[in-house]
């Protein structure tokens, strides 16, 4: 089983939309927990981390379930530059240093 | 610019042919991680350095894969008798590590390897 499980996508959404993503991990010892976002052809890049109380940052809101293993992210009003991959990411526990990737979840907002 | 950098960005070889990859961490970061991304996956964890000690290598690094960081600061990857399956993209990324907190980990623009 992956460590990290997310809907490849893709997703196909209006300007103006709101589009949610999900990913399941499967190490419950798992501490840290992040969305990723990497543009085509390029590297990835941190777009916000995921705590257990839920966190905002502008139109972006990611939430954390630990009892299902779960984490989501919301966009709002999708704009044609939120247009990318977003990866669902698990650092195993404090101590290890390695990230667990999701395939990533292609959006397309379209105008 | 003060960012990780990485090369060559790309590199066509033949298989069987040797390879070597360099990156350049962000200057002050002591640790260092090499992953490997296929299209439509995420990256896959490879190695990791805190300063010049390897301490982590992933099962897929198999033994024709090899790193090093020879004064903790560069690191090389090199791919020997390079296959096929070898083609990928390779990211470098780097972090400033505090013991027992998890630190950002700031990529490179990756190496684009083609084997044919």
């Known amino acids: 089983r992956k460590e990290v499980e997310q809907d490849p996508g893709p997703f196909n959404v209006p300007e103006g939309a709101t589009v949610a993503f999900n990913c399941t991990y499967s190490?419950?010892?798992?501490?840290?927990f992040f969305w990723y976002r990497q543009d085509c052809r390029k590297e990835p890049k941190l777009l916000m981390s995921v705590y257990s109380s839920g966190n905002e940052d502008g139109r972006f809101t990611a939430q954390l379930n630990r009892a299902s293993q779960y984490i989501s992210l919301l966009i709002r009003d999708s704009k044609l530059s939120d247009s990318a991959t977003y990866l669902c990411?698990?650092?195993?526990?404090?101590?290890?240093?390695?990230?667990?990737f999701g395939t990533g979840t292609r959006l397309t907002v379209i105008p | 610019d003060t960012g990780v950098s990485q090369n060559p960005r790309h590199k066509i070889t033949k298989r069987g042919q040797n390879v070597t990859f360099r990156c350049d961490p962000i200057s002050e970061h002591n640790r260092l991680y090499w992953y490997r991304q296929t299209l439509g996956q995420g990256p896959e964890f490879l190695t990791y350095f805190q300063n010049e000690a390897q301490l982590e290598k992933s099962r897929l690094l198999s033994d024709r894969f090899s790193a090093e960081r020879p004064k903790g600061s560069f690191s090389t990857l090199e791919i020997q008798r390079t296959e096929q399956g070898d083609s990928a993209m390779y990211l470098c990324?780097?972090?400033?590590?505090?013991?027992?907190?998890?630190?950002?980990?700031?990529f490179g623009p990756g190496t684009r390897l083609t084997v044919l």
């Open positions: 990324a780097s972090s400033l590590g505090t013991r027992g907190l998890w630190n950002e980990q700031f």
């Open positions: 190490n419950s010892a798992s501490q840290s």
């Open positions: 990411v698990v650092n195993a526990n404090s101590g290890a240093n390695n990230l667990f």
